[in-house]
Every structure is written in structure tokens, then in C-alpha cells.
T-cell receptor, first 113, second 111 residues
Framework: SAVISQKPSRDICQRGTSLTIQCQVDSQVTMMFWYRQQPGQSLTLIAT?????????ESGFVIDKFPISRPNLTFSTLTVSNMSPEDSSIYLC??????????FGSGTRLTVV | AQSVTQPDIHITVSEGASLELRCNYS??????LFWYVQSPGQGLQLLLKYFSGDTLVQGIKGFEAEFKRSQSSFNLRKPSVHWSDAAEYFC?????????FGKGTMLLVSP
């Protein structure tokens, strides 16, 4: 099973700034997924990132706000741009380790002030 | 569209008592069903999954879940709760490369 290292684990940011979250996987994976977990809410898929192609965004999420990079098969970043307090959430990356079985990073707890 | 309902936001159980966390789903085909646990400051850990076959699924840490198609349910159970089980539990339904999560149930364990 893959092990995901996600950082930073938490951050407090000023509104209007951007934060880049990194996920490193200890094995090569085709797809990586980025989720948002707002306070008191379930996990919501932001986008799916394949190496060598543009990320696919879910309804309600746009590339300008959440640009994603996927430079190789073990690494991805998610940037939360021009942050507002509404972006305060936990952000998690995930990979598929077997058919329809997923492993998650430990999450990034973001607070925007 | 697929959806998951976890009707209990919080549940408090005495240590040593039995536990049942409820999950109802909506899915157009035969679902893949999952239970994950999230401890404070940790990522999600897979407890168990159901794809097909025996409707009673055994997982890690002594948990089990039963798939009941007629009730569209996939409830999680444990016969004797330990203090270390205090965490948030998420039920999820999925197919190929998609997972839809419930809002989670926070389990509190009292001495």
C-alpha cells in the first residue's frame, strides 16, 4: 500500500495570499486526487490529477482558484490562490492503491485570517 | 447521483460497550462501499470495504459492517469499544475513480 507524505500539516495564512500544498507518494501512481473537507462537512473532491495532462476539476472548482501540478508519477501540488476565510478547510490528497481502494495523506489544515 | 447519509453527527459510547454507526447510501448500480476512520491530525484510514460477495465484511481493529441492499445501508459495528476508537468515521460509496463521502460521525468514548 502506498504511503503519502503531505505538507504542510497546517498553516495560518493572510487573506489574499496563496498556499501550495505538496503530496509525495512512495510509489508511482497514475492518478492523484485532491479533496477539501470544510468544517462539519464531508470530503469533497476538488480535482483529479494525471501526470502529463491538465487536471480534471469537479463542478464548483476552477483552475484559477486551485491550480494543480503533476510533474511526475510520485508528486503533486495543489495551490489555494487568493485565499479568503471561506477557504479555511482541511485539504487532503489521495491515490488509488488498488481498484477502487484509496489511501489518503494526513491532510493540511488551513486557516485563513 | 450518488449520495451518502450518516444520520448521527455525534455518538457517545461507554468503553467496553457495543457500537453501531449508521450509513445509508444512494447509488444507481451495485455500490462499492467503504468505512474510513480519521483520528485527530491524521489522514483517513480504510477500515473495511465491500465490493461483492458475503454481505458481512470484516475489517481492521475489530470492526465489521453489513451490507443490506433492501435497506440501502452499510452500518459499521464493533462488539466492544476501546478508548482508542474515539475518532471521526466516514462512510463512502464509490465506483471507478470516484468516492462520495458522508458527513461523518464523531465517536466519543466515555470511561
Amino acid at each position: 500500500s502506498a504511503v503519502i507524505s503531505q505538507k504542510p500539516s497546517r498553516d495560518i495564512c493572510q487573506r489574499g495570499t496563496s498556499l501550495t500544498i505538496q503530496c509525495q507518494v512512495d510509489s508511482q501512481v497514475t492518478m492523484m486526487f485532491w479533496y477539501r473537507q470544510q468544517p462539519g462537512q464531508s470530503l469533497t473532491l476538488i480535482a483529479t490529477a494525471n501526470q502529463g495532462s491538465e487536471a480534471t476539476y469537479e463542478s464548483g472548482f476552477v483552475i484559477d482558484k486551485f491550480p494543480i501540478s503533476r510533474p511526475n508519477l510520485t508528486f503533486s501540488t495543489l495551490t489555494v490562490s487568493n485565499m479568503s476565510p471561506e477557504d479555511s478547510s482541511i485539504y487532503l490528497c489521495s491515490v488509488e492503491v488498488a481498484q477502487s481502494v484509496y489511501t489518503f495523506g494526513s491532510g493540511t489544515r488551513l486557516t485563513v485570517v | 447521483a450518488q449520495s451518502v447519509t450518516q444520520p448521527d453527527i455525534h455518538i457517545t459510547v461507554s468503553e467496553g460497550a457495543s457500537l453501531e454507526l449508521r450509513c445509508n447510501y444512494s447509488y444507481g448500480a451495485t455500490p462499492y462501499l467503504f468505512w474510513y476512520v480519521q483520528s485527530p491530525g491524521q489522514g483517513l484510514q480504510l477500515l473495511l470495504k465491500y465490493f461483492s460477495g458475503d454481505t458481512l465484511v470484516q475489517g481492521i481493529k475489530g470492526f465489521e459492517a453489513e451490507f443490506k441492499r433492501s435497506q440501502s445501508s452499510f452500518n459499521l459495528r464493533k462488539p466492544s469499544v476501546h478508548w482508542s476508537d474515539a475518532a471521526e468515521y466516514f462512510c463512502a460509496v464509490g465506483g471507478y475513480s470516484t468516492l462520495t463521502f458522508g458527513k461523518g460521525t464523531m465517536l466519543l468514548v466515555s470511561p
